[in-house]
């Protein structure tokens, strides 16, 4: 069956101080249908840059080259127009803190409704019915009660969760969810984790997981690719990777995994 996403030869460079700083160097990976592939290196090794290339979130100045193939189609020369609806229909993103991606100034109704007028033209009883729904569905306990709150007076465990209902509310075929876990406590990291490995098993999502935390991927990655300097320097079965580890990088980043 071919993949979901095909990225192949992805180059990404900045240009900083007068230079060419190349961030990204002749990354390419697979995700295939149902998969969870996950994406680990330290900091810096240029995972976010690869995960928005592949739905042209890069900033204007970033110089890319390479092939982002979604379900047989050419993204990485689409027009943004194009992507747009990608990113609103196909492809949904979580990012590692939701404070910053959920207006401080909105309720969390008026959050995810919007999201839904925009993407799925729902609005009124069904919007509400639906935003229901989705925080039962990423275990948001007695939802109705919390539809009035703001995204500071829930916690940041909560927060993440509403972040995942709203990325499932287009009813993605794939969800990159970049750093999920990295600021939460590791009891609500675990919470999260399973929440995302069950939404996989029973929405026929894939997913890509970045994380800087080998440990994390253990028990939610089918694969493992490992990133280092802007280059994939290791790529495995997410067990082989943790029972015979081929680079001294991916040595490295076991000794130092939770
Ligand atoms: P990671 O997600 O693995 O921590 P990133 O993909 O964010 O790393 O960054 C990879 C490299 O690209 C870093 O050296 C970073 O400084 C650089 N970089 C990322 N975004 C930009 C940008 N918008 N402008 C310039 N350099 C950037
Ligand atoms: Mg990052």
């Known amino acids: 069956m071919s993949p979901v996403l095909k990225v192949d030869n992805l180059q990404v460079s900045f240009q900083q101080d007068g230079r060419q700083q190349v961030a990204v160097r002749g990354v390419s990976f697979e995700v295939g249908r149902g998969e969870t592939v996950a994406l680990v290196g330290e900091s810096g090794s240029g995972k976010s840059v690869t995960a928005l290339s592949t739905v042209g979130l890069l900033p204007g100045a970033a110089t890319v080259s390479g092939s982002v193939i979604y379900e047989g189609e050419e ?37 995810i409704t919007e999201s839904l007028a925009l993407h799925q033209g729902l609005t009124g009883a069904a919007a509400r019915a639906r935003v229901l729904e989705l925080l039962e569905r990423v275990g948001i306990r007695d939802p109705e009660s919390r539809l009035g709150a703001y995204p500071h007076q829930l916690s940041g465990g909560q927060r993440q969760r509403v972040m995942i209902a709203m990325a499932l509310a287009n009813g993605p075929d794939l969800l990159i969810a970049d750093e999920p876990t990295t600021a939460l406590d590791v009891t ?27 440990g994390v991927v253990r028990r939610i990655a089918d694969r493992v690719c490992v990133m280092k300097d802007g280059e994939i320097v290791e790529t495995g079965p997410t067990a082989e990777i943790f029972r015979a580890p081929q680079h001294p990088y991916t040595r490295k980043l076991l000794a130092a995994a939770t």
Do not use: C, W, Y
Request: no cysteine; proline share 5%; hydrophobic share 40%.
């Open 75 to 111: 993204l990485a020369k689409a027009p943004e127009k194009r992507l747009r609806q990608v990113r609103g229909n196909d492809i949904s993103f979580i990012f590692q803190e939701p404070m910053t991606s959920l207006n401080p100034l909105h309720t969390l109704e008026k959050q």
């Open 188 to 214: 609500i990291e675990a919470q999260i984790l399973e929440l995302l490995a069950e939404l996989k098993r029973e929405e026929t999502m894939s997913l890509l997981f970045i994380t800087h935390d080998l």
